[in-house]
Nanobody, 127 residues
Framework: QVQLVESGGGLVQPGGSLRLSCAAS????????IGWFRQPPGKEREGVSC????????RYADSLKGRFTISRDNAKNTVYLQMNSLKPEDTAVYYC????????????????????WGKGTLVTVSS
C-alpha cells in the first residue's frame, strides 16, 4: 500500500528556512516520479518541484527557482524540500505525491495530477 507522510511544516518568519520531509512506504522511491505541490489559502493547488527518480534531474516552478531545492535519500525512502528565503506568499499546505505512469516533471507540475498523495503539512510564513 503506497503511503506518503509529510512533516516539517510550521510557523517561520519571513526570510527564514524550513525543510519538509516526505516519507514513502509501500514502494521504492527510486523508480517513480515524486512531486511537491502546495495550496495557498483560498487558491488552487500548484506545482512546486518534481524529480524523476530514473535520472534524478529536478524541476521547479519558475517562480521558485533558486529558493527551493528538492532532494531524496533512497536509503531512507524519503524526499526533502529545502525552502529558503521564505516569503509570506509561500504560506500554504504542502503536499508530496508520486506517480508511476512515466510522464515528465513538466507535465506533473503543470497538471498537478499524480496518483498518490500525502495529507499535507502546513507552512505559515509570518512575522
Amino acid at each position: 500500500q503506497v503511503q506518503l507522510v509529510e512533516s516539517g511544516g510550521g510557523l517561520v518568519q519571513p526570510g527564514g528556512s524550513l525543510r519538509l520531509s516526505c516519507a514513502a512506504s509501500g514502494f521504492t522511491l527510486d523508480y517513480y516520479a515524486i512531486g511537491w505541490f502546495r495550496q495557498p489559502p483560498g487558491k488552487e493547488r500548484e506545482g512546486v518541484s518534481c524529480i524523476i527518480s530514473s535520472d534524478g534531474t529536478p524541476r521547479y516552478a519558475d517562480s521558485l527557482k533558486g529558493r527551493f531545492t528538492i532532494s531524496r535519500d533512497n536509503a531512507k525512502n524519503t524526499v526533502y524540500l529545502q525552502m529558503n528565503s521564505l516569503k509570506p506568499e509561500d504560506t500554504a499546505v504542502y503536499y508530496c505525491a508520486t506517480d508511476y505512469r512515466g510522464y515528465s516533471c513538466s507535465y506533473y507540475l503543470k497538471t498537478n495530477v499524480m496518483d498518490y498523495w500525502g495529507k499535507g503539512t502546513l507552512v505559515t510564513v509570518s512575522s
